[in-house]
């Protein structure tokens, strides 16, 4: 990204985090301190307290950067954090995901899993219950077997499995005849608002 982001107008190579950097500075994003006390971190008042999301090594890269912790740019900041636990980014980009996840889902009435969208509580059940492995197995050209992790590398744990082993969707649950009165009960609005931000993360396996 650094050195082959070439443009035809300019006739340059542009450095693609550096304009990330600008154009957080632009649109005036706040500062990765401003950020991170948000999500649950202390608010820095030395470089060294950002020991507790950033390696030593990096905190010392910082200080040769920026001249007050209140300077580190979001993006820097973000990039430079451990993993989240069982994530593939760090505490406060984690943080920033999950809210912008919860705002899509509770203000889009078009959203499956809001109360206007017209699912019972066991269709979406289902509907969870599908992996992109399982799309893949179902719509892939002639794929006889797939890794359960679809994104993942398929080593280890995560090794290829025939795709007739894959859960698929049952469309059965969508005709009228197979319904017994209990399935019809549905999310409420209430229930649909109350999820908590650990709750989402386990409801869309976001450590995953």
């Not at 950002?50 to 390696?55: K, L, T, V």
């Not at 744990?157 to 017994?180: A, G, H, M, V």
Request: charged fraction near 25%.
């Amino acid at each position: 990204m650094t050195n082959f982001t070439y443009t035809d107008v300019l006739k340059y190579v542009l450095d693609l985090p550096a304009q990330d950097i600008w154009r957080s500075r632009w649109a005036g994003i706040p500062s990765y301190n401003d950020i991170r006390s948000e999500c649950g971190l202390i608010r820095a008042t030395d470089f060294d307290e950002f020991s507790d999301a950033i390696d030593p090594q990096n905190i010392e890269k910082l200080k040769s950067v920026y001249r007050n912790v209140d300077d580190v740019d979001l993006y820097v900041g973000g990039l430079l954090e451990r993993n989240y636990p069982g994530a593939k980014v760090g505490t406060t980009f984690f943080w920033i995901f999950i809210q912008q996840l919860l705002r899509f889902r509770q203000c889009d009435r078009f959203w499956y899993e809001h109360p206007e969208a017209g699912f019972t509580k066991i269709q979406l059940k289902i509907i969870k219950g599908v992996t992109l492995s399982s799309i893949m197995c179902e719509t892939g050209n002639n794929i006889q077997s797939m890794q359960v992790e679809a994104l993942q590398p398929p080593k280890g744990i995560n090794f290829p499995i025939n795709c007739q082993f894959i859960q698929k969707l049952d469309f059965s649950r969508w005709l009228e005849t197979t319904y017994e009165d209990t399935t019809f009960e549905y999310t409420t609005y209430e229930e649909f608002t109350h999820e908590s931000f650990y709750e989402i993360t386990e409801t869309y396996e976001i450590y995953s």
